[in-house]
């Protein structure tokens, strides 16, 4: 199947920056949408971001302006780039992502998830 390994999560100070990545590895035929998480603790999990394949993105409104999903289809990566950290910021942060697994026979959906990087923005 797909793996999805993540990394850049840390501490860092209210006002800082981190960007997370998140790599797919496996038999990858095709990656549609890819997106980032985050649950807090006590809280649910939450959209923080979202790439589709061509490029278009959306952001949860709480991080509009602060931080900026990319992609680069070559290396089955997506990127989060995390600016004016803020302490409500804190989570652990999950990639996701969807598409197409090439198997022995066979072509077959795939949806991965991340083991989740942590994020600590200290006030």
């Known amino acids: 199947q797909v793996q999805l390994v993540e990394s850049g999560g840390g501490l860092v100070q209210a006002g800082g920056s981190l960007r997370l990545s998140c790599a797919a590895s496996?038999?990858?035929?095709?990656?549609?949408?890819m997106a980032w998480y985050r649950q807090a603790l006590g809280k649910q999990r939450e959209l923080v971001a979202a790439i589709s394949s061509g490029g278009n993105t959306t952001y949860a409104d709480s991080v509009k302006g602060r931080f900026t999903i990319s992609r680069d289809n070559a290396k089955n990566t997506v990127y989060l780039q995390m600016d004016s950290l803020k302490p409500e910021d804190t989570a652990v942060y999950y990639c996701?992502?969807?598409?197409?697994?090439?198997?022995?026979?066979?072509?077959?959906?795939?949806?991965?998830w991340g083991q989740g990087t942590q994020v600590t923005v200290s006030s």
């Open positions: 996701n992502a969807d598409g197409l697994v090439l198997g022995p026979s066979r072509v077959s959906d795939f949806g991965s």
């Open positions: 496996g038999n990858v035929f095709v990656i549609n949408a």
